[in-house]
Each structure stands twice: as structure tokens, then as C-alpha cells.
């Protein structure tokens, strides 16, 4: 048989079992790169020469290698660089136990740091200047204005881009399976092997993948239409 439905139905909810993890790396990423890239914002900001082009070139480096390079270095290069340490200083390190996940989430957030970090600058660039302005004049402090009316404006504007590559990371994921994280690819190759049967397989992983991302699109559009009812009602005041 060239496709066999009944083994594509019973490995759906195999296949389905990796959802979990792949969200998990997912969400994970993102909070920690979008915390990681304010960072490097915020350094660029201070407009110290050797500080703004030590962050242009992370960012460059980063976004000019491919996600499965950058996964394979922290991978194979994270474990003797702790080792060598924790035999040098002495330090509690146990490399061996070191989970697969933490050296995934730590090669997914450095790659969306490098995004976030110009998405930031972006979706702070579209605020108006006068927004900052008008906020001083009755009183406001720096910090205040930026956290009640600059941040949750520029916010807004990058609920899009912030969708965008939310979607793209739920994709992204698939290539944990290459450091032994079992997520949805995994668990899909698993089976194929299995039985022999890799239409069917990647087909439901297929399916899988692009229900997740219709969910998360419909989320994200409704996400930012209710936070733009809450901005213009800002702006008018």
C-alpha cells in the first residue's frame, strides 16, 4: 500500500504526545529571548561605541547562522567548556547530568534574543516622540512614562512580529530531536522507523504542526485586537 490510513490514525496520538515539549521550548525561548534582547537593547541604547558594536555583532553573528549550526555549538562545545571549568576552579558541575532541554532552550534563546532585540528597537521607534513629551509635562518620571505609556504602545506594535516568530519557533523545534529532546519530529521518526512507514508519519507530524500554528495565529490576532482597542484608548487620553 502506498498509504496506510489505519497507521497514520493510530500514531497520531503518539506523534501528538510530543506537543508538550515542542510548546515548552516554544514559550520558553521566547520569554527568555525577549528578556535576553531587551538586554541587548538597552546596551546599544547607551551609545558607547565598543558596546553598540559588540551587541551589532552578536546580533549579526546570530541571525547570519543557521538555528541547526548554533544548536549543534552549544551541544558539543557547552559540555568541555564546563567540564574544563569545573575541573580548574573546582567548581559542583555535574556535565553528565546536564538535561538535553537546557542545552535546547539555551541555543533556541540566544538565536530569538538577536531577533527580539531589533524588534524591540523597531516596535520602540514607532512610538511618537511626543508621547514622552506630553507624558513629562504632567508629571511623569522617565521610568513612568516608559512603563505606562511608551512600552505598553510599542508593545502593540510588536504583538505581530512577536506572532510571527512564535510561529516560526513552533516549527524551529523540530530540530531538537538531533540533540535527543522527544518532541513531535522525534516521536515522528521514531515511529516511521518503526513500521516502515514514513508518508504516514510525517504526514500527521505535518498535520500537527499546522494545526499549532493556526491556533497560535487566531490567538495572536485576537491578542492584538484587544490591545489595540486598549492603546488608542491611551492615546486619547
Known sequence: MFFDLDFALKSFPEVLGGVPMTLLVTATSILLGFALGFLIYSLQARKRRWLTALCRLYVSVVRGTPLLVQLYIVYFAVPPLLHTLSQRYGLPLKVADIPPLAYALTAFTINTSAYMSELIRSALSSVEAGQMEAAQSVGMSAWQSYRLIILPQA???AIPNIGNMFLGLI???SLVYTVKLVE???RAKVLAAYGLRYIEVYLVAS???WGLSICFEILFKKLEQVLRVGSRKLKAI
Open 155 to 157: 508593545f502593540v506594535e
Open 184 to 186: 513531535v519530529m522525534a
Open 207 to 209: 498535520l500537527i504542526y
Open 171 to 173: 516549527k524551529g523545534t
